[in-house]
Nanobody, 124 residues
Framework: QVQLEESGGGLVQPGGSLRLSCAAS????????MGWFRQAPGKEREFVAA???????DYAGSVKGRFTISRANAATTSYLQMNNLKPEDTAVYYC??????????????????WGQGTQVTVSA
């Protein structure tokens, strides 16, 4: 059974940092793309970042330069380092996996497996 488990969310002040983790288990994910999405109340799930098996990253424009995505542990774990957080970054953050890499990295429909989400709240 495939499982994705996110951790690292919490409450942080504007300008602060958090690091999210996503651990995958159940089969070999080495060559899958791992992505992060977020969903705020009343809004659709939106793309944040994705990382290829090789370590190459892809970012939404709203987080580029502030967030960094990476992989470790034989590519079964994805990290999302979030710096200079803003109130508009507040959301539930989800990780997902998909086969392939490319222009559709930002489409939730391309991801087959999802974690349960972790809450990130940016507030003074």
């Amino acid at each position: 059974q495939v499982q994705l488990e996110e951790s690292g969310g919490g409450l942080v002040q504007p300008g602060g940092s958090l690091r999210l983790s996503c651990a995958a288990s159940g089969r070999t994910f080495m060559y899958d793309t791992m992505g992060w999405f977020r969903q705020a109340p009343g809004k659709e799930r939106e793309f944040v970042a994705a990382v290829k098996w090789s370590g190459e990253g892809d970012y939404a424009g709203s987080v580029k330069g502030r967030f960094t995505i990476s992989r470790a542990n034989a590519a079964t774990t994805s990290y999302l380092q979030m710096n200079n957080l803003k109130p508009e970054d507040t959301a539930v953050y989800y990780c997902g996996t998909r086969g392939g890499w490319g222009a559709s990295n930002n489409s939730p429909m391309q991801y087959k497996h999802w974690g349960q989400g972790t809450q990130v709240t940016v507030s003074a």
